[in-house]
């Protein structure tokens, strides 16, 4: 009984991330994109970018608390089970097969996989 409770309280909160997670994306492309140009402007925009950046780290920690994890990605071995290779790139300075960038994080709650980590791989040059 407590093994289908633990497996209910997973699947919900997958589901429940699985919504949130886009939003968290947003949040950090936005933040990512901003942050080249913040220097430059006012201390307004800045104000409000350290608010943005305030709000996808609670976003993020909330999801941290629900026990919602991001799965390791770069320098890692590719496993197909947790990411899912969109680029390969040939090259001499990592293994073959060795995640060489993390194009969007990965999330899993427990054992059960909410969205792999879309990466780029390195393959033999």
Not at 17 to 28: E, F, M, S
Not at 49 to 78: H, N, T
């Amino acid at each position: 009984m407590e093994r289908e409770r633990s497996e209910t309280y997973d699947r919900v909160v997958a589901d429940l991330a699985g919504k949130l997670l886009p939003v968290l994306d947003n949040l950090k492309r936005g933040l990512d994109t901003e942050a080249s140009i913040e220097a430059s402007e006012s201390d307004e925009f800045r104000h409000f970018l350290s608010g943005v950046d305030l709000i996808y780290k609670q976003l993020y920690g909330v999801l941290d608390a629900l026990g919602v994890k991001a799965i390791l990605a770069e320098g890692e071995k590719f496993d197909p089970h947790l990411h899912e290779a969109v680029v390969t790139e040939p090259t001499d300075d990592y293994e073959p097969d060795t995640v060489i960038q993390e194009i969007v994080r990965g999330f899993r709650v427990g054992n059960k996989l909410i969205r792999p980590a879309l990466v780029k791989v390195a393959v033999k040059q």
